[in-house]
């Protein structure tokens, strides 16, 4: 029998102890006060708000604002979401009134971390400095930085226009620095060369954290009866920035090269569906994660199953603390040029649960080194000779460990 | 004998169970949920089972649920969760074939035991061991409770151990899920019958009575006490203690076998006999439809060869030349009785005779508990609770399982424990501060 244990998912982020390292990002989920009480209630950790900014520089939203990469799925299955575009804004709520919830939510829910995300142009330093003020005098904890929205706002100036621009990133993150009582998170956009050039940026001008990624500016796809992209709003699309399981890794290396390089705590975004999503994450360096699509999708639910299997990895490592963990993966990371260029594997595949589907033998004829041979069983023999081990059998067996490399 | 294994699907592999999780919508207010008797949270476990949690799946099945893979074999979940299941887009989750898979890997992996409360200084006695009793019993110890259980038998389980064929529920998986709720803490003396409950009752702050029905209903017929002649019940028994000491059976049948009944027992019966060999024949009074039995045990029933003859009422037993004869009489559907199923009423009284080696009766079963004194039952001798807080007539005394209902599943035995339990605790947190 197992002893029934209690695992301390605290963890502490800028001077602030978190009940959990679970955040909603700044996104739809937390588009009212009332939803972000509801997702505290749910046990959630903490939260951003929606992207507030002045009331002058909001814009009306389109319909509709989604898209995504789904596959369809045997006849038999739901439709599975690989990716979810969108075209939302920030906020198109007041300002006054999202000062007055943030107030009440602080009141109610004094131990959840509660971020206000806020937007202002970059040349614009007088609106910045007006809403760190009114977000810290309403009872924020911290703030985030919105330098990385990619729809809609880069073309006023703002958002993902600051995060592309290191200058503008510094620029704006010390005006804030200037005016702050609490701490500051920069939120940096992937659609940059190399997003270590404006988290180095921000983290220079004084920021305290940096959160990373905001979405991925993409084209979900054409429908092919009316022939526009998607989404299609009226006969016109536009860009819209990607979530959901298919940035993971785009994510994690950003996460990964931002932890490696600069010293800084870093909130983990991007792709985060489960537990095991969030573990990666802070095993590459994140202090904590934010999450919004799976949310989008299951509800604020998901924290029960997102803490059970979260607390189940530390105890099967025998971790007490989150701090035990967090960058422990960073030091397997090094040039391709350090990595052992003397031993080898080879594929080796397991007769007993092959299904004799022969994927392999299709992909190592064509794409491989023909080092694969289905005898008249249909069972693949492995020519070890030519076999180089790149592992692509092992990628599109459809068996859990049937295919696997071994040592040559 | 019979291979047994073909009563029970294999096991489902890791990938099997993450895949077929996979599939599973998520419902808002999952209907699933709603056929559970015990509230199972059936879209958490298996989203767990999907994000590879397989040890944070059975914990939460166990929330509501300690009898996880029990019930798992046993349920008749095609009339119960997956019954309910969103089908418009596919075929049924398969809850049962999962949960069995969850509670199979804690088993191998070390069992994980739910936290318990402190002690709260207060003790319940638990008469009977079986699903009601268990359920009770691990609900009370997570509730800091001092529990003991007091069982007639030489083993735990109930009916778990004593009544349900190991074809279809494995002594291996009931064994290990008492020894969970030994590990939560309960106390399971064995061998320990009950003589007047008031000075039992003296013993403990409260008390949970979870004795199951095992009265035998009598049939009132002409030759119903003919050597030959057993009650399903005793001889589906007699095989279990067989199995639990390795000794041959007391009650040994000839080559054909005639079962009386059309309830689970029945078909429990039917099955054991087809296993040992036997020529099995069904012989039920109303319709196939009226069955109580689950349809799931019906079909398997059927498809191991068992023949049915419904509405066929028996007339007397006798013997012929040796052998044991039963004489039926046709039926038809008539107005509905109590139970709101057409009563069978007999078309002649002639009757057809049919010859059998040995006849095993199943026409349903009441309850006794003679150390009663003064807890009000019902005519077939069920304990009558109240079905919020599973109180009997007398304060701090709780029932339920078939004690209360007179057999339905395990799972309603589990909800029924659990909800007592819950009674239990508001009972004496209230009287506590009365005092």
Known sequence: MRMATQTNLSVRFCGFEMANPFILSSAPPTGTGEMI???????????????????????????????????????????????????????????????????????????????ASIMAGGNDRVGWQELVRMCQNAGADMLELNFSCPH???????????????????????????????????????????????????????????????????????????????????????????????????????VAGISLDLQVQVSGIGGIETWSDAVEFILLGATNVQLCTAVMFHGFGIIEELKDGFAGFMEDHGFTR?????????????????????????????EATCVKCDRCVISCRDAGYQALTAGPDRIPKVDRNRC???????QV???????KLVAA | MKNADNYLPPLMSAQEAVVEASRCLSCADAPCRQGCPAANDIVKFIRQIAQRNFRGAIKTVRESNVLAGTCALICPVGELCEFRCTTKLQKPIAIGALQRFVAEYDRQHGMSLLPVKEPNGFSVGIIGSGPAGLSAAFELCRLGYDVEIHEAEDLPGGILTYGIPSYRLSPEMVKDEIEYVKAMGAKIITGSKIGKLAEFSEKYDAIFIGIGAYRATPLCIEGADIDGVY???????????????????????????????????????????????????????????????????????????????????????SVTGGRLVVTFAKTMPGSPDDTGRPAPIMIDSSGEDYEADNILLAIGQEATFEGNC??????????????????????????????INGGATAVQAVADGRCAALGIDKFITENRQSR
């Open chain 2, 374 to 403: 003064g807890i009000a039952t019902d005519s077939r001798g069920l304990i009558i609770v109240d079905k919020e807080t599973g109180a009997t007539s007398m304060p701090g005394v709780f029932a339920g399982g078939d004690a």
């Open chain 1, 397 to 403: 067996c459809p068996v859990w460990d049937c295919a």
């Open chain 1, 152 to 254: 809609g706002m880069p073309e006023k100036g703002m958002g993902m226009a600051i995060g592309q621009d290191p200058e503008v990133t510094a620029r704006v993150t010390d005006w804030v620095k200037s005016v702050s009582t609490i701490p500051v998170i920069a939120k940096m956009t992937p659609n940059i060369a190399d997003i270590r050039v404006p988290a180095k940026a921000a983290v220079k001008a004084g920021a305290d954290a940096i959160s990373a990624i905001n979405t991925v500016a993409v084209i979900a796809g054409v429908d092919l009866e009316t022939l526009a992209p998607l989404p299609n709003v009226f006969g016109k699309s536009t860009h819209g920035g990607y979530s959901g399981p298919a940035i993971k890794p785009i994510a994690l290396k950003a």
């Open chain 2, 231 to 317: 009650q399903a019940a005793s001889f589906l028994k007699d095989r279990r203690i067989a199995e639990l000491h390795g000794k041959p059976p007391m009650i040994n049948l000839g080559r054909n076998v005639i079962v009386i009944g059309g309830g689970n027992t029945a078909i429990d019966a039917a099955q054991s006999a087809r296993l040992a060999g036997c020529e099995v024949e069904i012989f039920y009074r109303r319709s196939e439809n009226d069955m109580p039995a689950f349809k799931s045990e019906i079909q398997s029933a059927k498809k191991n060869g068992v023949r049915f003859h419904f509405n066929h009422m028996p007339l007397r037993f």
């Open chain 1, 322 to 350: 989150i701090e035990e963990f967090i960058g422990k993966s960073l030091p397997f990371l090094t040039d391709h040029i350090n990595l052992d260029r003397e031993r080898k594997m080879i594929s080796q595949i397991d």
């Open chain 1, 388 to 394: 180089t081990g790149c592992s692509l059998c092992v």
């Open chain 1, 37 to 115: 009480k509801q997702a505290f209630e749910a046990g959630w950790g903490g939260a951003v708000t929606k992207t507030l900014a002045h009331d002058r520089d909001l814009l009306a939203n389109v319909t509709p604002r989604l898209a995504s990469l789904s596959f369809a799925g045997r006849s038999d299955e739901a439709k599975k979401l690989y990716g979810l575009e969108n075209i939302e804004l920030i906020t198109d709520r007041p300002l006054d009134i999202w000062l007055k919830e943030i107030g009440d939510i602080k009141t109610q829910f004094p131990r959840q971390l509660l971020v």
